[in-house]
């Protein structure tokens, strides 16, 4: 047969045998009679996490590189190998030839790449995927690799392929250099087990008795035929069926009568543990986190975003890592001919965040502007603008000294000249008599260094030298408040989401509206408590220094927003549950989540908040006033234990604590961090 007729008659199917009838002896090995591919097919489990490895490293792409001399590195795009991952064969995309890749690997342990020139492709060369269990025969060669393979596809032709076109991607096997170990063969007790579970559960099904309730009455009641069909006639008018006139209802039984409930109970079975365990097996033998593939028991926002980061790192890394040195070693010398190329996936991409992320450290980093008026366009598919492509820099950026444009606040001053010693004496003997002038001359320092602006406090109070402190506490005038802004939110938020779940209307939630007002009503707190915070702690600490609040606007604000998003999609988790019937037990009214958002909600979300509040506004106040030291407080009767961990922890006012926060509550901990917190921060001033 020539080589062409042999690659056309693997995909021409002329005979209709049962798959097994032709599976190589590798993979004739069976679970409950069920081979690997019908494993892949019926097991959902198996399905779920196998697919979802193989989707994300197809989802990545294969870039090719050349070197360069001087270390730097191209991106190919026209060369031949780039055509061929590119356009594989005339009937794959690159997608599909990487998730087809993945899945042998996932399923079989082992994978085949059938290349060879093909004059008719973009790049002279074909890559033709080979499905494992088509690969009936490993021929000659020796211990560790064959001289040629033996096809027999689905048509029962034997075609056999020399192995130096045979691109072959197998994981470890101990004893079997040549061949992987399926990890089907790992899980076969956990998916027997699955396949014995959901045979029982048909059998009860289809065979047991459908019977959701019975009644009962006392033996000794005395009850005619006619009676009791009377009754059975009543019954079934009024409480059965969906014409029944008072289905849904209580009904009202004879003296003695008791209605008792019976059918399924799949806690008592635990069905649902029996398979979150299953589930969680298959991922594991796949080196996957449960919670990226749906067990969610503990699952969080803050977790979940590192899962994300972990999955092209510890979970997919070794994986991608195999696949790239099996193709730089053995495909690219082949197509590439001694040119220093090779191919890698590109998971930068994955792992550099959203856009909002990138922005932000591209703006730091840069310490400017980096995007033009017509790029920024351009991502939005809209048309350029005249003078668009000039770089557009804030004054503030050139001549205000800040590290970037998004950056405010004390750490972006310009650090001016240490005051010496004997200077400051002289300006303390020169206070005595004119304590203004001095204030302002030193005041006119463009910015002095911490310590010296903490001797400017001290000289323009008036206060004896010495080390003082002050912790940062919201009063019952500002609980008060909050709790008034909170609670006037949630009632204005109830009575337009329960109307229009009353009338039906599928647009229920309209999430922007509730985001926004929120994060204004927040916002409008946070610029009215955090300068009397700040104000109360300086005077603690005998200063009458100054509280810049513009300098705090724009984070406060997003404060505001994210408080405002995850308390608004808490709200809306909790009445999607009850409407879908997953939401408490025995509750069927959607008014629920208000009445508990107007008590126990309200006052978790009143405490988080001031607690941040309270905090930032103290820190920031001893950062724009010379604070020298900042110490964790712990006032709760039942801390987190980490938070307990950190009582009494000191450090410069400046640096973030052991566990990364500025102070407690801040945003950094994630939402398991801030909820509830009450602990305190108390600052130091130096003498």
């Known amino acids: 047969m020539a080589f062409r007729d042999a690659i056309q008659g693997l995909f021409q199917q002329r005979d209709h045998r049962s798959q097994i009838d032709w599976l190589g002896p590798t993979f004739r090995s069976m679970i409950l009679g069920l081979t690997p591919e019908e494993l892949y097919r019926t097991q959902p489990h198996l399905r779920i996490v196998l697919s979802f490895v193989a989707r994300n ?38 997608f599909e030839l990487l998730e087809n890749l993945a899945s042998d690997m996932g399923l079989y342990d082992v994978a085949y790449w059938w290349v060879f020139e093909d004059a008719d492709r973009p790049s002279g060369w074909r890559i033709q995927p080979i499905p494992p269990a088509w690969v009936a025969e490993q021929r000659g060669g020796d211990a560790f690799a064959p001289a040629e393979f033996i096809i027999v596809p689905p048509s029962g032709e034997r075609v056999p392929v020399p192995a130096d076109q045979m691109l072959v991607f197998h994981g470890w096997n101990p004893g079997r250099p040549k061949h992987g170990t399926s990890p089907v063969e790992t899980l076969k007790q956990v998916l027997a087990e699955q396949v014995q579970a959901w045979s029982y559960r048909e059998q009860i099904w289809q065979r047991g008795g459908r019977v959701g309730a019975y009644i009962t009455r006392p033996k000794e009641a005395t009850w005619s035929d006619a009676a009791r069909e009377r009754f059975a006639k009543d019954w079934k008018d009024r409480w059965t069926g969906k014409d029944g006139k008072k289905a849904g209802g209580t009904p009202i039984l004879e003296d003695g009568m008791e209605l008792k409930r019976l059918g399924f109970a799949a806690r008592e079975e635990e069905w649902v543990e029996v398979a979150k365990l299953a589930l969680g097996t298959v991922a594991g033998v796949y080196h996957v986190n449960p919670v990226m593939v749906g067990v969610l028991d503990n699952a969080n926002f803050s977790n979940t975003k590192e899962f994300r980061k972990m999955l092209y790192s510890e979970t997919l890394g070794p994986t991608l890592a195999r696949i790239e040195d099996r193709i730089n070693a053995f495909l690219v010398p082949r197509i590439a001919k001694g040119r220093d190329v090779y191919v890698e996936f590109n998971i930068d991409e994955k792992l550099q965040g959203d856009f909002e992320e990138q922005a932000k450290l591209l703006s730091t980093s840069t310490g400017a502007p980096w995007m033009t008026r017509n790029e920024a366009r351009a991502l939005r598919n809209m048309p350029a603008l005249d003078g668009g492509d000039e770089l557009i820099v804030p004054l503030n950026v050139v001549n205000g000294g800040q590290a970037s444009p998004r950056d405010s606040g004390t750490q972006n001053e310009l650090s001016g000249p240490a005051i ?99 994060a204004a009503d927040l916002l409008a707190l946070a610029l009215e408590t955090t300068p009397e915070v700040a104000a109360a702690a300086l005077a603690k600490a005998g200063l009458s220094g100054d509280y810049d609040a513009a300098r705090t606007e724009a984070f406060l604000e997003a404060i505001a927003k994210s408080r405002a998003g995850a308390i608004n999609s808490t709200t809306r988790d909790q009445i999607e549950a009850i409407l879908s019937g997953s939401g408490p037990e025995g509750v069927t009214d959607p008014a629920h989540v208000f009445e508990k958002a107007a008590d126990s909600r309200r006052d978790v979300i009143v405490a988080t908040l001031l607690t941040t509040l309270a905090a930032f506004a103290t820190v920031e106040a001893a950062k724009q006033n010379g604070g020298g030291t900042k110490t964790w407080l712990v006032t709760s009767k039942n801390p987190r234990p980490e938070h307990a961990a950190m009582n009494g922890q000191t450090v410069p006012v400046d640096e973030p604590f052991s566990n990364g926060a500025q102070w407690p509550a801040d945003p950094v901990l994630g939402v398991d961090g801030v909820a509830g917190c009450e602990c305190d921060v108390e600052v130091n001033f130096p003498g």
């Open 420 to 518: 010496t010693k004997g200077a400051l004496a002289m300006l303390e003997a020169l206070h005595e008599t004119h304590p203004e002038a001095v204030v302002t001359l030193l005041r006119s320092i463009a910015t002095p260094k911490a310590h010296d602006l903490g001797e400017l406090r001290v000289l323009g109070t008036g206060r004896k030298s010495g080390p003082v402190r002050a912790k940062a506490q919201a009063d019952d005038a500002h609980r008060e408040k909050a709790e008034a802004v909170v609670s006037a939110f949630f009632e204005r938020q109830r009575k337009s989401v329960l109307s229009r779940l009353g009338g039906k209307d599928a647009a229920w939630w309209d999430g922007d509206r509730w985001d926004a007002e929120l």
């Open 57 to 94: 490293i197809a989802h990545l792409g294969l870039h090719s590189f050349e070197r360069a001399a001087d270390g730097d590195r191209q991106r190919l795009r026209d060369d031949p190998l780039a055509l061929l991952l590119k356009y594989p064969n005339p009937n794959l995309t690159q």
